[in-house]
């Protein structure tokens, strides 16, 4: 298809727009305000909104790069990208990244659903929540319930038929978003709006403007999973009527994710601040940190909150599901059937299920994508791709692609030091 010409069908510079930022604002988002506390405030600020642009413009490069030689994946261009080399046919490296980024990506959702199950059943119906105790942790058995409706969900083949979920969602991440600051805005207010244990720990601003601590190793990790929907970049941009819309609709959606993310960033450390140092094993959900109870607690406010987000994640989790199945399939069979496909779904998503049982943090298993997987699909492998396919002549692109190269593996690098020096309780804020 030339340059210009027009589909008669495809997904609107809108409807992609929203399934871009859908797509961003999933797991990552309800570890933001703990970013502000590992980096303090300006340096988090400066952090975000950094890497918001850089991955912005590598996913609308990856499209870019798509289209104009003719690739559907990632595994395309590298094919293309070393064709003639030895290297030709080890598109399996890619194939490891993707499948990595989207395993762990699905794995935190699937956290998130025990976290925001547990507290709707423990607050709603403590009964219930005792019962299903007795047999497993609640965690764990509302993990199970979620999966039931996911069964169908991930069965569609495209992400275009996905598309009227993507407004549902989209509400959840308005009303989240909306809680987070009027909470954060009422305990701004005074020590009146502020339960009595918050209050006593919450400590003053002053402390959080710029501090230099081993804890600014984190939020790079953190960031580059937060602002991660580049394995769909292909899909998105092969769906679009217009494909010479798609930088138009990729920085609407990318800005469609950052106002979220930095209010609830703010917002959410702004209410709690050292109450989240002193809670740092729940902090890395905003939502069950305001659940504690010397928080919030129960509150009608909060459970429709994380009733809307859990609604949410399960809406978000077969955008990434498709992804992750077509990197299996797509590394593992020339061509496959139907059934190949149910076949493989149901492997994947039975174990899924089995890892997300184990009791992991959600905010660990998002830095742990973030530094092992994210910066390769984020940055590395964009920028090999672009000096080694076919380009227009542009110095600004060469010189951000060649940054993208060793940013990348800083990002990786800080990201495993933070990592393991959790692994080794080693005090993040000497």
Not at 122 to 142: D, G, I, Q, R
Not at 160 to 166: M, T
Not at 167 to 185: P, Q, R, V
Request: a positive charge; charged letters at 15%; glycine letters at 6%.
């Amino acid at each position: 298809m030339k340059v210009g010409e027009r589909q008669q069908h495809g997904a609107s510079v809108i409807s992609t727009a929203i399934g871009i930022t859908k797509n961003i604002v999933g797991s990552g988002i309800v570890s933001m305000p703990q970013v502000m506390l590992f980096a303090s405030i300006i340096p988090s600020l400066l952090m975000t909104f950094g890497m918001c642009y850089l991955s912005a413009f590598s996913f609308y490069l990856i499209g870019r790069l798509c289209y104009e030689n003719e690739c559907a994946s990632f595994q395309d261009l590298w094919k293309k990208s070393f064709k003639g080399t030895k290297y030709e046919h080890r598109s399996w490296i890619v194939s490891i990244f993707l499948i990595g980024m989207t395993f762990t990506g699905l794995t935190s959702y699937s956290v998130l659903f025990g976290d925001f199950g547990g507290y709707l059943i423990k607050t709603n119906n403590p009964k219930f929540a005792e019962y299903l105790s007795s047999h497993v942790s609640l965690e764990n058995a509302m993990i199970i319930l979620a999966y039931i409706p996911l069964q169908l969900l991930i069965l569609p083949e495209s992400i275009n038929a996905l598309r009227y979920f993507n407004f549902l969602g989209i509400a959840a991440i308005i009303y989240f978003t909306i809680y987070i600051t009027a909470t954060g805005s009422c305990y701004l207010g005074g020590d009146t709006c502020m339960p009595p244990k918050v209050s006593d720990t919450i400590g003053s601003f002053s402390e959080h403007i710029w501090v230099f601590r081993y804890a600014w190793l984190g939020p790079f990790s953190t960031l580059s999973s937060t602002f991660m929907a580049h394995y769909n970049a292909p899909r998105f941009i092969q769906e679009m009527a217009n494909k010479n819309n798609f930088k138009k609709a990729t920085n609407i959606g990318f800005c469609g994710a950052l106002l979220p993310t930095v209010l609830v960033m703010i917002m959410g450390f702004f209410a709690t601040r050292n109450f989240m140092a002193d809670n740092l094993k729940i902090s890395g959900n905003i939502v069950k940190l305001f659940g504690h109870q010397d928080a919030e607690g129960k509150n009608t406010y909060l459970m429709i909150c994380a009733a809307l987000y859990f609604a949410n994640v399960i809406l978000s989790y077969p955008l990434v599901f498709i992804s992750l199945r077509d990197s299996v399939l797509k590394q593992f069979f020339t061509e496959y059937t139907f059934k190949t496909r149910l076949l493989v779904s149901e492997i994947l998503f039975l174990s899924l299920l089995g890892i997300a049982m184990l009791p992991l943090p959600v905010d660990d298993v998002i830095r742990w994508k973030g530094c092992l997987f994210a910066p390769f699909i984020l940055f590395i492998l964009p920028s090999i791709f672009y000096f080694r396919l076919p380009k227009k002549e542009s110095v600004f692109e060469d010189r951000l692609s060649a940054f993208f190269f060793f940013f990348g593996w800083f990002v990786c690098i800080t990201g495993l030091i933070f990592c393991f020096l959790q692994v080794f309780e080693v005090s993040l804020f000497p």
